[in-house]
């Protein structure tokens, strides 16, 4: 698992370094967009509606249109908004954790104390459990400044950003206006069902089926073979696939080129090791892709020269003869 910030809470007075690692993430199988005649990945260019020239992405800023008038933000214009600190997450206040709707919750991330000495980690998470508070921060990712919940699971700080207000739309059902309220008899039953029912919960006994099938309709699909299968070419540099390119295999495949050397500039050899395990998790891994560039292109100049001796003796055997 691989941080994606790295700062520090202020909480009061006492800073408490720590790093945030995402503390979720998707199982669904991820589709790309082909022909469906000969299996060719679909690729998409960007083209101006006015020129029709393709639109390299530098020149493209963000627009937003209001009444027919379109109003267009350079990078400039972004930054001069005000954002909070990038690097600091400031508690706000400690609200009772009861009052927070569930339904402003929206992604959560796992805290890990950054120091040698984590005893202001531990002692903000323990006070948090005890006083039953959850701590309000603000939280700067990707330069948007988010609000979030700061709370203590199983000895933890978990960091789950919220909803603001105004993103969570008001329920309005006129049906509901006139319904009779159930009787009492209605209840009763209704009760009894409920806890006829009633289990301790259990996250491990639930499986998502519809993700079970599919990999076993595409494994199946694989095994059979026929006009379905298609040999997938290595993706070129050439325009940009429809969906995310997948730099872990960018990656793998420079690190095969370079004959699995360590890339330079990673002295533990870490960016070696995250490589795979980021493939095996489906995760993107930001390892240093200009070193093992470099290095494969050293090889491939190495075993160019290598191959060029032999043609050079015989050249020379034949201006001798």
Known sequence: MRSIWKGSLAFGLVNVPVKVYSATESHDIRFHQVHAKDGGRIKYDRVCTECGESVPYPEIDKAYDDDGTRVVLTDEDFEKLPAAEKHEIPVLQF????????????????????????????????????????????????????????????????????????????????????????????????????????????????????????????????????????????????????????????LQRSVDAAGGTRATGDEDGSAERRAPAAKASGRKSPAKKTPAKKSASKSTSARKAQADKPAAKKSAARKRA
């Open 95 to 250: 609200v009772p954790t009861e009052q927070i709707d569930p339904m402003l919750f929206e992604k959560s991330y796992y805290l890990e104390p950054d120091s040698s000495s984590p005893k202001a980690y531990a002692l903000l998470a323990a006070t948090l459990e005890h006083s039953d508070r959850t701590a309000l921060v603000h939280f700067t990712l990707r330069q948007r400044t988010r609000l979030a919940a700061l709370r203590n699971r199983d000895g933890l700080l978990v960091l789950q950003t919220l909803l603001w207000p105004d993103e969570v739309r008001a329920a309005e059902f006129p049906v509901l206006d006139d319904v009779q309220a159930p009787t009492s008899k209605e209840l009763a039953m209704a009760e009894t069902l409920v806890e006829s029912m009633s289990e301790d919960f259990d996250p491990d006994e639930f499986t998502d089926e519809y993700q079970v099938e599919l990999r076993a309709l595409i494994d199946d699909a694989l095994a059979r073979g026929g006009e379905k299968v298609f040999q997938a070419p290595e993706t070129t540099a050439e325009g940009e696939d429809a969906e995310v390119l997948d730099l872990v295999a960018a």
